[in-house]
């Protein structure tokens, strides 16, 4: 068996006999002014994080959702794209996509707005999307990347970046690792399937990003995700795992390199009204203006005495000089 048949057996079981805390996350799934998820929805619910950004939903975006699980993420894009193939589901696991058809026909009960023909549930996996090239606005898929080789990974970017639209979005949330994962952790199938030993690092994970081909990356969220400790799983110390949720966009790559923003700010405190650094950034006079990593570094390089920098927040939802 390949790494990626132990994972559709382990999604196979788990659709079939749903485990609540397989991906457990502090956070409630996010709510909305008349959505009820299914119970059984909830309970499938095997993101580390979330992909559905409401504030960034508007004009009813199409949606392809890679890795249904139960359908809960399908159904909360679904909430904002009201119309027949909004969302287009694809899902290799036969009992996955049986558990989310008949959740999301639950959920059509429970919510009048709801019609199952809004979410399309499609059999197919991640490298090979059922969808034109450059055909919708944001693909969207929630701990199921990390589960993949590095190598396989790349594959599975640059097939999302195909599918977008030219300024289309790629939703992600993955468990990244504080440290590289010891390879004997790495070759565990099962705990590759269950997302606890294929994180890469917050470093390798946006390098491969950029490298499909996104020339802009935003970080919404990074968390604690999980402990993989030193005694179960065979450490020289405890090692962190982390969730990241992120956004991004197809668009081209700057010549001086892709922008990341995570949530820094830079603040000029010069004895100027402002400062201009004639490259597109203005900064006033004692006002935090939100810059990426790469500016960021710029502009301190730049003026080390009058420009404060300040840390990464690792939320970041727009805004700002770049
Ligand atoms: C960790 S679950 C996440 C499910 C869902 N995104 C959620 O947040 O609840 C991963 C999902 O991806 C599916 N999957 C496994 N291998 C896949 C592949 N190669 N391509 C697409 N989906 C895959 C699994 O069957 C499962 O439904």
Redesign the pocket.
Known sequence: MTY?ET??QF??EV?QTPQVG??CVQSTPLQLPGLKIPLLMQE?????GT?VHPTELGNQPTVL??????G??ALQFAYFSRHASAVVA????GA?REA?TRNLEIAAQENPWFDTSFVEICE????NLPVADASVDIVA????FN??EPE?LTR?LKEAYRVLKPGGRLQM?DPIATRPIPVHLQQDERLR?M?LSGALTYQEYTERIINAGFGQIEIRARRPYRLLDSQTYNLEENLLLESLDSVSFKVAIPEDGACIFTGKTAIYAGSEPFFDDSAGHLLQLGIPAAVCDKTAAKLAAIKPLEIIVTNSTWHYSGGGCC
Do not use: H, K, R, W
Request: with cysteine; proline share 2%; aromatic share 12%.
């Open positions: 990626l994972a559709a999604y196979s659709a397989l991906c499938m619910n095997y993101g580390c992909t959702y890679v890795g249904v699980g139960g809960l993420e694809v899902e290799p696991v996955m989310a197919g996996d991640a490298f898929q929630n701990c199921l589960i993949f396989d599975a949330s399937a997302c």
